[in-house]
């Protein structure tokens, strides 16, 4: 009868060692190439199953963990580049915040406006900046984050948590502030890039390490008198909660699929602009 089939030899040959312990007649061999069977007598399959039932009690198979999928890097810096580049030229057409610019009166995050449907705001004040010093500290750390998140799950992928998240995070401000709120810039996107890097999934031995840090860049840099309190805590907290939605999907490993998601993210606040101006 067959007592055991095992894909793993040196499992096999401890299950082997067992029965020839016992005094159990028994062969092993190989079976398809990846397998490897023990037969013994039908007479001693209630004496061999007890041995070996004992055995495997004290000594369970390990289950190996998955190995963290990492991205190629050149996506992942190329994401990140992009981002900063896009911010530099987006401010560079829209200059700085002036009292009677176009962009600024249709495009900063009002919370009035917003509760009253205009949602494109939502988008459009994460590409609009005070002056080139509020553009400059969110292209590089906005950048490096998203390299970060594009290494661990993908450019695509990546691309849409920092979005999804800033998004999220300023309409979540201006639900809860209500009133005296206008916002600009993309560090709510910035810190919901931090905040998705927080909760992804790493070794629970060193699952507090990053959330530990990010709330202390959170902090740092996400407090000053002029920064949007509300709108960083809220894209925070969006972006560790679709950073800990992530743990629940499959890897996205297709490079078309990843580039269809980059494309359709940065596509979102060109079709917002157009919704500004109609």
């Keep these: 009868m067959l007592l055991r089939l095992s894909t793993d030899f040196r499992r096999a040959m401890d299950l082997s060692l067992v029965l020839e312990q016992e005094g159990i007649p028994h062969e092993l061999r190989r079976v398809e190439d990846a397998h490897w069977a023990l ?9 061999a199953q007890a041995a070996l039932a004992a055995f495997e009690q004290e000594n369970p198979i390990e289950v190996r963990r998955p190995e ?6 050149t996506g992942a810096v190329a994401s990140g580049v992009a981002f900063g580049l896009a911010l530099v030229a987006i401010y560079l057409r829209t200059g700085p ?35 080139a010093g509020h553009v400059a500290g969110n292209a590089l750390l906005g950048g490096l984050l998203l390299a970060l998140l594009a290494r661990s799950v993908g450019a695509g992928v990546g691309s849409a948590l920092m979005l999804l998240s800033g998004v999220a995070g300023t309409l979540a401000a201006a639900g809860l502030v209500r009133r005296d709120f206008i916002s600009i810039g993309a560090s709510t996107a910035v810190f919901g890039a931090l905040g998705a890097l927080a909760a992804l999934p790493r070794d629970s031995r060193r699952i507090w390490l990053p959330l530990v840090g990010g709330l202390a860049l959170l902090a740092y840099l996400g407090t000053s008198k002029r920064a949007d309190v509300a709108g960083h805590l809220c894209g925070f907290v969006a972006g560790m909660l679709a950073g800990a939605a992530v743990r629940f999907l499959p890897p996205l490993r297709s490079r078309a699929a990843q580039a269809c998601l980059a494309v359709t993210a940065a596509s979102v606040p060109v079709v917002a602009w157009l919704a500004a101006f109609r």
């Design 39 to 47: 037969q013994i007598d039908d007479d001693d399959g209630a004496r």
């Design 68 to 73: 963290r999928v990492l991205h190629p890097i």
């Design 97 to 131: 915040e002036s009292p009677g610019s176009p962009w600024f009166d249709r495009g900063s995050a009002d919370a009035a406006a917003i509760l009253r449907g205009e949602w494109w705001r939502s988008v459009t004040a994460l590409t609009l900046h005070a002056d």
